[in-house]
């Protein structure tokens, strides 16, 4: 157990709707990242928060937006979903923003039919 | 951008043999980190190692890294039917003053036979 939770654990939903994904860092780490991972992508870094900051950006679509909030849990929202978004959304978190070890959680797998 | 990129894609070995991985990035880094991932589950942080560092240990798993070569190995010794998972080499780099999520390879899926 790495100390990262994440809700819900399966999400299944209609193109065209939004979801959000929750995330709770590992006690004390104040960086958060989101991840995609998809069998034709593998695994894609999508957004970086740090303190409550947005630290750095990946291949995160504009449909797509997350916050960190002041208790340190992130929420990552996915907005007019496409077939193409189902996938798993993996967070994980870190002590500081650089050149740490990061703790993945167990993924929310995201089904859009 | 950067990619880590596994060798073999797939591997499958008899248990208590050992199992070689390699992984290949294109430029510079500050850090390469092994990640193990049981299917459809979550990412277990293996070991780091910094561009500084050549070899590094963990019990029964030895990384080293080449950065005139961009390549790093990982090495499980005496495999176990529960080595079974993929595994994934990533890669992090800071540009200018800000830093990026990690890198991943498409990953290594390893089988051990009983």
């Known amino acids: 157990d790495s100390g990262v939770t994440q809700t819900p654990k399966h999400l299944i939903t209609a193109t065209g709707q939004r979801v959000t994904l929750r995330c709770s860092p590992r006690?004390?780490?104040?960086?958060v990242y989101w991840y995609q991972q998809s069998l034709d992508q593998g695994l894609q870094f999508l957004i970086q928060?740090?303190?409550?900051?947005?630290?750095a950006k990946g291949n995160i679509l504009e449909r797509f937006s997350a916050q960190q909030f002041p208790d340190l849990h992130s929420e990552l929202n996915l907005s007019s979903l496409e077939l193409g978004d189902s996938a798993l959304y993996f967070c994980?978190?870190?002590?500081?923003?650089?050149?740490?070890?990061?703790?993945f959680g167990p993924g929310t797998r995201l089904t859009v039919l | 951008s950067q990619q880590g990129e596994e060798d073999p894609q797939a591997l499958s070995i008899q248990e208590g043999e050992n199992a070689t991985m390699n992984c290949s990035y294109k430029?510079?880094?500050?850090?390469l980190q092994w990640y193990r991932q049981n299917s459809g589950r979550g990412l277990v942080h293996l070991i780091l190692?910094?561009?500084?560092?050549r070899e590094k240990h963990s019990g029964r798993l030895r990384v080293t890294l080449d950065t005139s070569k961009k390549s790093s190995s990982l090495l499980i010794t005496a495999s176990r039917a529960a080595d079974t998972a993929s595994y994934f080499c990533?890669?992090?780099?800071?540009?200018?003053?800000?830093?990026?999520?990690?890198?991943f390879g498409k990953g290594t899926h390893l089988i051990i036979q009983p």
């Open positions: 994980a978190s870190s002590p500081r923003p650089l050149g740490n070890t990061q703790y």
């Open positions: 006690s004390g780490d104040l960086s």
């Open positions: 928060y740090y303190n409550g900051e947005e630290r």
């Open positions: 430029t510079s880094i500050n850090n």
């Open positions: 190692i910094r561009s500084n560092e």
């Open positions: 990533a890669t992090d780099y800071y540009s200018g003053g800000g830093a990026d999520g990690l890198t």
